[in-house]
């Protein structure tokens, strides 16, 4: 049976998906993008659909993390280090751009009236807190 896949990143278009994947795959980290060929039919999805979903097998979960922290300077050294989880206080976040607010006033008035929000995102427990 082969392994399950874990999610490690979401991104709102295929480039940047893209970008992350290739970066793994230079270490020799299997990944896979999911929802990429939809985002590309219609962009209009990605909020909808969670975005492009970056995924590895679950036995390279760890190492996936690990690169992606070394690559965004997250290193042992650096502030981002600090950032801990309100909830269940876990070092283990990532950033993304909440743009929920943006897209529904899109819809509703035809265009775009309150700004993308910067959150992160708890990789251990979900919790979604300001950055």
């Avoid at 399950?4 to 970008?19: D, K, M, P, R």
């Avoid at 965004?72 to 751009?97: K, M, N, R, T, W």
């Amino acid at each position: 049976m082969p392994e399950q896949l874990v999610t490690i990143g979401t991104y709102s278009t295929s480039f940047e998906a893209n970008l992350v994947k290739a970066e793994l795959e230079a270490f020799d980290v299997d990944a896979v993008l999911a929802d990429d060929n939809t985002v590309n039919a219609n962009w209009l999805w990605s909020n909808a659909i969670g975005g492009v979903k970056v995924r590895v097998p679950e036995s390279e979960r760890e190492e996936a993390r690990r690169i992606m922290r070394l690559e965004a300077g997250d290193g042992a050294d650096s502030p981002e280090s600090a950032i801990v989880c309100p909830v269940c206080g876990s070092q283990s976040s990532h950033y993304f751009l909440d743009k929920r607010g943006s897209f529904a006033t899109w819809l509703v008035l035809g265009l775009p009236i309150f700004p993308a929000v910067s959150k992160r995102v708890c990789d251990d427990c979900g919790a979604k807190w300001k950055a």
